[in-house]
């Protein structure tokens, strides 16, 4: 009997250990592939933000090269032609004002390319405070904040009357990055829709759904939907960062999660955050 007690424990310490190694094998696999995804993320990450960037850059070194050509052909031109007219001058100052003007907007674009990409990285910096609100009194308030940007476009909000603990000024700017990737991406050119705006309390949480009636999202977009720079079609001034931002934010700071939901008609973004979120 003791032999075989002896036995029995020998078998169990062997399949103690052989478990234990499994574990910490895939452990280590695990954290492999974490950090191998990082690492993919990150590189899609510089690769996107050199594409978008490069363009305005190219377009500010072409327009000081332009001005910097202007103004040595002004010099050249004074210096070869004593008597010079108002007439010539200001017409070879107002190529290089025009040039200068291209450099300046350039360059802005750039800065505000910067500006969104940073704000990919939102992480937990943000200093926009929990405080308590009625999310009725909210979504009154934004809807006559947006009533003219909409234009033709109806916005529907259906509200439940519940306070909530969130820090108010990103719930502000998730929702209006919602309403505004609708109306930028849910609709033809110079067709009118709706855009419907839900919040309602169930188990301890606060459901909330963007939903437009527009042309839709398809499954392939849709499982790529909040990647950094993905865009579904090339539009002007479109870097395909906002929904990667308004997915930072929810997760990061209203400590909720996103999805976009596939529906029969339009687009709808499901946003599920807790009712109060602690300092």
């Not at 009725?136 to 234009?151: M, P």
Request: with cysteine.
């Amino acid at each position: 009997l003791e032999q075989t007690l002896d036995e029995r424990n020998r078998e169990l310490r062997n399949t103690v250990q052989e478990l234990e190694f499994a574990i910490s094998e895939q452990g280590e696999r695990h954290l492999s592939d974490l950090q191998l995804e990082k690492l993919n993320t990150t590189q899609s990450l510089v690769i996107g933000m050199a594409k978008e960037i490069s363009q305005p850059l190219g377009i500010a070194v072409t327009a000081v090269s332009t001005a910097s050509n202007g103004i040595s052909a002004i010099l050249q031109l004074i210096d070869s032609e004593p008597r010079l007219s108002k007439q010539q001058l200001i017409g070879k100052l107002k190529d290089v004002e025009a040039a200068i003007g291209m450099n300046y907007d350039s360059l802005m674009s750039a800065t505000d390319m910067l500006a969104r990409f940073e704000a990919v990285n939102v992480g937990t910096g943000t200093d926009d405070a929990p405080s308590r609100f009625d999310i009725t009194e909210f979504f009154s308030e934004f809807e006559r904040a947006v009533k003219e940007r909409i234009g033709c476009h109806q916005l529907v909000i259906n509200a439940e009357n519940h306070a909530v603990l969130l820090p108010r000024r990103v719930l502000w700017q998730v929702t209006l990055e919602l309403v505004q990737n609708a109306l930028e991406h849910g609709f033809t050119q110079g067709k009118c829709g709706v855009v419907t705006i839900s919040a309602a309390a169930a188990n301890n949480k606060l459901v909330m759904n963007v939903q437009d009636n527009g042309t839709g999202i398809s499954d392939s977009h849709r499982a790529r939907i909040f990647e950094p720079f993905y865009v579904a079609c090339q539009k002007k001034h479109s870097l395909g960062l906002g929904l990667s931002v308004v997915q930072n934010l929810v997760k990061h700071v209203l400590k909720g999660k996103i999805n976009c939901v596939e529906v029969p008609v339009g687009a709808r973004f499901e946003m599920i955050l807790p009712l109060e979120v602690s300092m």
